[in-house]
């Protein structure tokens, strides 16, 4: 028996409504200019600060970005470190101006990897935010997309799910974003061209862009060209060109 897709084809539009993003080149960005690397992801955090500020602007309704994967805890101590500092007191001072601007802040990924500290600024910023609406800006922290499959499956299970009962729609409910629609389009910065273990289920048809734009250099004018890239895109989500331009 043929197996058909129940998920809904999401309508087109010029500016995607939801853009997911790794921001990658940091470490290069300041090794190039002779500085450690710890300067570099203090100036993405600037680069980040103006990428929401232009999503809010462009009518993007959802941005999720990748700040530290499950695989990061692999990288020198002394940068984990620094980022778990950085990570501290970016929510310490960045939450007030997101919560101004009406902006909804939340967290994705295994928390508990956290200090105690860091986990109670996620929870008050999310609670502070909850109801804003112009933009919600997710961060994936200690993340990965394998892990988030698993631990919907163990969701799964322990809710004694039937087999027959497993579904996309019931897998994608589970999911850490579940609420909110997949992203339309992907964005790596720094020249690498992969995933790299981010939203997989979630980016099964999204528009992907590459650019080799390292992070602390990206801005407005660099997001736009993503955003010109992802319009000349015909998303089909499995149907031909004849039935997008009938829909349409």
Known sequence: MATRSKQAIPAS??????????????????KRRLMPRVAGHRKGVEA??????????RGVSHLTVFAFSSENWRRPQEEV??????FMRALENEVAR?????????????LSGFSER???????????????ARLTFTVAANYGGRWDIVQTVKKLM??????????????????????LPEPDLFIRTGGEQRISNFLLWQLAYTELHFT?????????VALDAAIASYRTRERRFGRTSEQVSAAS
């Open 13 to 30: 539009a010029d500016v995607p409504r939801h853009i997911a993003i790794i921001m990658d080149g940091n470490g290069r960005w300041a």
């Open 48 to 57: 980040l600060r103006g990428v929401i500020r232009a999503c809010a602007e």
């Open 81 to 86: 470190s620094l980022l778990m500092e950085l």
């Open 98 to 110: 997101l919560h101004e601007n009406d902006i909804r802040f939340r967290v994705i990924g295994d």
């Open 118 to 132: 860091i986990q109670s600024l996620v929870s008050d910023a999310e609670a502070l935010t909850r109801n804003n």
């Open 158 to 179: 322990a809710s004694s799910v039937a087999p027959e009962a497993v579904s996309e729609a019931a897998l994608a409910q589970q999911l850490s974003m579940a609420d």
């Open 212 to 220: 080799n734009v390292l992070w602390p250099d990206f801005d407005a």
